[in-house]
Each structure stands twice: as structure tokens, then as C-alpha cells.
């Protein structure tokens, strides 16, 4: 069985590290689109910018030539997406240009596209409908998330992640895949919910790091993540998507760990903007992509296109964006009119 990562950062390496330690994978290849650093990282087995300290098996295979990767492939093969959302269009219209046969994809992305607010699937769906290739709609789609730190899973650290697809197939070969060692792969078909809740997550963790960040305390801190939560329910319910979901892996459990966890990047972000840094300098120093801060706008216009309230990430977006004080977006979330805490 071949499996191809599509993007050598932190995730899609430690991914790759995993997949190729599963015997059941024949062949894995990790794909960058730099040649210096696939060269750096064939040579010494340790992607140095994205995961320093985590070594490679020696049977990942790692490239920068694009045919050398899609060398062998078969309707069998399974092609992981492991690039940032703000580049899934870009990627995707590429992958429709070379590939001649329906191969099977799962999307690590986690976010919305920033200036449509459109979902990683639907961004697919979008490239998908535009080619001219006959089998176009033979290609299964998945998303697999969950909460996951990139360094943790390199080190062969538990961990449990959800797979949604509305291809019965494409869940079981991506469990093949990765339902091994230390790590749980748990199937659904809410693919809305999935995304959905990966991507408002990441918003709330700067929210929370803004709070840790001021000093507000542990009940607020509670608060703030229940609060949360109602928010991103509402708006996965109605984007379609299945309530039980925010209470799953990819909701509740990744919000946990990405609001509350040292290792977040969004969390890192918050706290820093708290400290009174600008958001420049805060990603500037960062050294990583913080999906949270890409999202935040996109979150807010889906929230305001669906006529949802979410004010907790509308006032992220604000602090962000439109140079609000954290301080002062703390007492007018403070300040709102009392309500019942279910609808």
C-alpha cells in the first residue's frame, strides 16, 4: 500500500514518520515543494526547520520531485494533504493536473480559507468541479483531525484522531494506514463537523491564551472553553454538520488540548498579544504557521453570513484585525446582557 504526503512541515512530517514505522504500508513518501529542504532531510534523516530532534525511519522516502512521488500509483494509494489551508487551492489544482487515475485523498488541514470562509472539502469540491479529468468524481475525500501536537506523535506518544468521509472506503483505508502503534484512527461521516471544529478551535486557543495570558484566572479560563464550545456548536449545526461531533475528538478534545497545551502555537499567540506585542511581532517570532490568526476573520464571516452569534471569536477577530486592547475585548464580553445558557 503507497501513501504520498503532499507538504513536509511539522505535521506532515511526524505523519509520515508514523505511516512509514505501519508494515502494512509498502511504500511512503513525504513530498516537499523545496528541494533544499528535501535534500537536508534525506541526508539527515531529521527535518530540522519543521522537527528538529525526531529522526526519520529510514524507509520514509523523502522528495522534492513530484513524479518521483506519484511514481507506482494506484487507485489503491492513499494521498495525504498536508498543506496549510491557504495553500489547499493551489496544491489541488496541481495534484488534478498530473494524476491519470482516481486516487484516494485525506485532507490534515485545519482552518477556513480566508477570504471565502469556504471549508478545506469544500475548497476541494471547488478545484474538483472546474477539471475536465472523466474520474474526477471517482476520487474519495476525507479529513482527518483530531487532537494531535505534531512533536508528540513523532515520538510515538498516544494518541486518537477522527476520520470523516462519506466513502465507507476511504475511512477503512485510512485506518489501515494509520490505526497503528500508539495511535487510534475513529471513523464519522460528519465531514462539516470535522472541519469545522478544527478550524474554530484554534480561534478559541488564542482566546484562552489572550486570558491566561492577562492573568483572568482558572474560572474564567472554564468559562471562556464552555463558552466556546456553545459557540462552535452553533455554528456546526448550522453549517449542517452533527451536534455530537463538538463533543468528540475533533471539538471538544481538540480544544482542550490546543487552548490548554504549552506546545500550541495559537495559545503561544494570545498570550504574547496579551503581553501588549503587535501581532507582527508576535508571528515574526513564532516560526510557524498559527492557523487560528488566518481563521479568525473567515470564522466571524461565516458566523455573520449564517447570522450566528459567536462573540468570543468576533472579538478575537477584533483584537486581532482592528486593533482592539484585550483588555478592553475582555469587558465587552463581560458586559453582555444576561441570557439563558441554552437555546
Not at 43 to 57: A, E, G, I
Not at 76 to 103: F, R
Not at 308 to 337: H, T
Request: aromatic share 4%; glycine share 8%; hydrophobic share 45%.
Amino acid at each position: 500500500m503507497k501513501v504520498i504526503f503532499l507538504g513536509a512541515g511539522a505535521w506532515g512530517t511526524a505523519m509520515a514518520v508514523h505511516a512509514a514505522k505501519n508494515p502494512l504500508c509498502s511504500e511512503v513518501t513525504l513530498w516537499s515543494r523545496s528541494s533544499e529542504l528535501a535534500d537536508d532531510v534525506q541526508v539527515s534523516r531529521c527535518n530540522k526547520r519543521y522537527l528538529k530532534d525526531v529522526f526519520l525511519p529510514p524507509q520514509l522516502k523523502v522528495t522534492a520531485s513530484w513524479d518521483e512521488a506519484f511514481s507506482n500509483a494506484s487507485q489503491d494509494t492513499l494521498v495525504v494533504l498536508a498543506t496549510p489551508v491557504s495553500g489547499l487551492s493551489e496544491l489541488v489544482d496541481h495534484l488534478l493536473k498530473t494524476i491519470d487515475v482516481p486516487l484516494n485523498w485525506v485532507w490534515l488541514c485545519k482552518g477556513l480559507e480566508p477570504k471565502t470562509s469556504a471549508m478545506p472539502h469544500q475548497v476541494i469540491e471547488r478545484e474538483l468541479s472546474k477539471s475536465q479529468l472523466s474520474f474526477a468524481r471517482q476520487i474519495r475525500l476525507g479529513v482527518l483531525s483530531g487532537p494531535s501536537f505534531a512533536v508528540e506523535v513523532a515520538r510515538e506518544m498516544p494518541c486518537a484522531l477522527t476520520v470523516a468521509s462519506h466513502a465507507e472506503e476511504l475511512v477503512l483505508l485510512t485506518q489501515k494506514v494509520f490505526h497503528s502503534g500508539r495511535m487510534r484512527i475513529y471513523g464519522s461521516d460528519d465531514v462539516v463537523g470535522v472541519e469545522l471544529g478544527g478550524a474554530i478551535k484554534n480561534v478559541l486557543a488564542i482566546a484562552t491564551g489572550i486570558s491566561d495570558g492577562l492573568g483572568l484566572g482558572l474560572n474564567a479560563r472554564a468559562a471562556l472553553l464552555t463558552r466556546g464550545l456553545a459557540e462552535m456548536m452553533r455554528l456546526i449545526i448550522a453549517m449542517g454538520g452533527k451536534s455530537e461531533t463538538t463533543m468528540g475528538l475533533t471539538g471538544v478534545g481538540d480544544l482542550i488540548l490546543t487552548a490548554t497545551g504549552d506546545l500550541s502555537r495559537n495559545r503561544q499567540v494570545g498570550m504574547q498579544l496579551a503581553s501588549g506585542k503587535s501581532l507582527s511581532d508576535v508571528l515574526a517570532n513564532l516560526g510557524h504557521v498559527a492557523e487560528g490568526v488566518r481563521c479568525a476573520q473567515a470564522v466571524s464571516d461565516l458566523a455573520a453570513n449564517k447570522k450566528i452569534d459567536m462573540p468570543i471569536c468576533q472579538m478575537v477577530s477584533e483584537v486581532l484585525f482592528r486593533g482592539l486592547n484585550p483588555v478592553d475585548a475582555v469587558k465587552l464580553l463581560m458586559g453582555r446582557d444576561a441570557k439563558s445558557e441554552t437555546n
